[in-house]
């Protein structure tokens, strides 16, 4: 009897085990909120960091998107954003990056 119930701990260990693992993994590739899979690719970390169509992501500040991107004329290339402050995820702003100018 002692030796059925080590085996059968030792089954439920194992499962448990693999289960764990399983998590572990697919918990790396879970999708992010923008729909693109989270992964060791930085989009920022880039040659160049801003694509030309951007859209405003959680946090962001026209002041921390113009510095991250390069460009200092965001407003002025944007007639749609009529108050600099009111800049919320999922705006979807022009970016020029000076060194394209």
């Given at each position: 009897?002692?030796?059925?119930?080590?085996?059968?701990?030792?089954?439920?260990?194992w499962y448990a085990s693999l289960l764990l693992a399983l998590m572990l993994v697919l918990s790396c590739c879970e999708p992010s909120e923008g729909g693109e899979f989270q992964g060791n690719a930085?989009?920022?970390?880039s040659e160049r960091p801003c694509d030309e169509i951007y859209i405003?992501?959680?946090g962001e500040t026209l002041h921390s998107i113009s510095e991250?991107?390069?460009d200092p004329y965001i407003?002025?290339?944007?007639?749609?954003i009529?108050?600099?402050d009111d800049v919320f995820p999922g705006l979807v702003i022009k970016?020029?990056?000076?060194?394209?100018?």
């Open positions: 009897m002692m030796k059925y119930s080590t085996a059968i701990a030792e089954t439920i260990s930085d989009p920022v970390s405003v992501r959680e991250k991107c390069d407003v002025e290339e944007n007639p749609h009529h108050d600099p970016i020029t990056p000076s060194k394209f100018r």
